[in-house]
């Protein structure tokens, strides 16, 4: 009797599917305007860094992948406006994330 695990399997090499573990991961920047968020997700994401101060408007979204053994973790970074003005958008930010990077300015301790 042929055994139906292996009945039509296809082994030739060229048809091997290689699959790699995906993890799907949300974070979320949040603090106070100006503490830094948009520059560590800048730093993070592209390895760059602007001296301008442009005002994240409601939120940013990025994304890096990261090989934790040998698992791919994609982050879907947020990176949210820190300004009152933006605070009612927040909590649709926070939805569903599984780490929060909370953010303050060493130099100014009413950040904290
Ligand atoms: N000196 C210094 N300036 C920084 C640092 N991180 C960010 N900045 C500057 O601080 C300002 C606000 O940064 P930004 O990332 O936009 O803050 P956000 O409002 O929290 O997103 C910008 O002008 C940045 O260039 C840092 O580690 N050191
Ligand atoms: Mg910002």
């Avoid at 139906?4 to 949040?30: C, G, M, W």
């Avoid at 997700?41 to 994304?63: E, H, K, L, P």
Wanted: with cysteine; proline share 1%.
């Amino acid at each position: 009797m042929k055994s139906s695990n292996t009945q039509n399997f296809d082994y030739r090499p060229e048809n091997t599917i290689h699959t790699q573990t995906v993890v799907e991961a949300k974070i979320v920047l949040l603090g106070d305007s100006g503490v830094g968020k948009s520059s560590i997700a800048q730093r993070y994401c592209n390895d760059a860094f602007s001296d301008n101060y442009d005002v994240t408007i409601g939120g940013a979204y990025m994304q890096q992948k990261v090989n934790v053994d040998g698992t791919i973790v994609k982050m879907h970074i947020w990176d949210t406006g820190g300004s009152d003005r933006f605070r009612s958008l927040v909590s649709m930010y926070y939805r569903d994330a599984i780490a929060a990077v909370i953010c303050y300015d060493l130099t100014n301790d009413r950040t904290f």
